[in-house]
């Protein structure tokens, strides 16, 4: 029999740092939470990690974001979980739920009972071969979702050298690791199918602003395309991107 917990928030991201807060707010009793995350570390803000993570000089860090910084709350640190009775169980993926018996088993084979069970387990990062399009695994292709995949693209971007980079996206995330790129000096092209940047919330206008603001710092944009596939040198590098034109 494994570990019994009133609560269990499923997921350690940036919605279960804000809900342990807010059950410590609320007074929950030591021991009655708990929050299972296959990442290693506790919830952090991952905002972050498309800003002040890729910045090259005094780059973000943590414990620095750790949740809920984000909105000036106080930060929570594993030793916060800790005083406040909260079971980190980290590194630690779920594989599957029996809702009828109240059980979660992880994938090391421990089986954690809950009465209240809460799903926070985010989104992910879509993988270029769901469109078709093979060589994720790629040395110098990266995505970013999670602080283990920044931290390869902060390795990829000191390692580089200048050199140019292919941003693949033309929303937030796409933007804000184009400026990283930029100031760590590395030639930046973006490409994505829409008319113009940030689609989903810009007029074109307010778009054109931004792009030209980026043009000024020497990105370059292939708009109106996707990505179809990738060519690589000897060493798994990716070289040309091609594109439907
Ligand atoms: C680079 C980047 C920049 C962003 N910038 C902004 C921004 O500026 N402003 C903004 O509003 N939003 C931003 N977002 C979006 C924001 O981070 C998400 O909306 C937010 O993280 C969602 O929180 P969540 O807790 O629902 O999911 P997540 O933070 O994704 O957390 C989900 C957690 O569940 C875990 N998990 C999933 N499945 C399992 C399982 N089976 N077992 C155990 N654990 C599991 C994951 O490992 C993860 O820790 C950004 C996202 C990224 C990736």
Redesign the pocket.
């Known amino acids: 029999m494994g570990r019994a917990f009133v609560y269990v928030i ?8 804000y809900a342990a807060h807010e059950f410590v707010k609320r007074g929950v009793s030591h021991g009655e939470l708990c929050i ?4 290693p570390v506790a ?1 952090y ?7 002040g993570y890729l910045l090259p000089e005094d780059p973000a860090r943590l414990p620095a974001f750790h949740c809920c910084v984000g909105s000036n709350e106080e930060r929570l640190t594993p030793k916060w979980y800790k005083e406040n009775g909260i079971e980190l169980v980290l590194g ?4 599957s739920a029996d809702v009828r018996r109240k059980t979660l088993l992880t994938a090391t084979g421990e089986t954690i009972t809950y009465k209240i069970l809460i799903v ?6 879509l993988k270029l071969e769901e469109f078709g399009v093979s060589g994720s695994d790629a040395e110098s292709v990266c995505y ?3 602080l283990a995949d ?1 931290n390869r693209l902060v390795n990829v971007m000191q390692s580089s050298g200048g050199g140019n980079a292919v941003v693949i996206g033309g929303g ?2 796409g933007m ?1 690791c184009a400026a990283s790129l930029v100031i760590g000096k590395i030639n930046v092209t973006m490409v994505f199918p829409e008319a113009h940047c940030m689609a989903r919330l810009f007029t074109a206008k307010i778009a054109s602003f931004y792009e030209e603001f980026y043009r000024s710092k020497g990105v370059k944009f292939v708009k109106g395309t996707v990505l179809t596939s990738f060519d690589f040198d000897s060493n798994d590098k990716v070289k040309p991107v091609a594109c439907f034109t």
Request: aromatic letters at 2%; glycine letters at 14%.
């Open positions: 499923l997921g350690g991201g940036v919605a279960a740092g299972i995350s296959e990442e919830p803000e991952r905002p972050a990690l498309s800003k630690t993926r779920v594989k926070a387990t985010g989104a992910r990062a970013l979702r999670d920044a937030y995330i804000e």
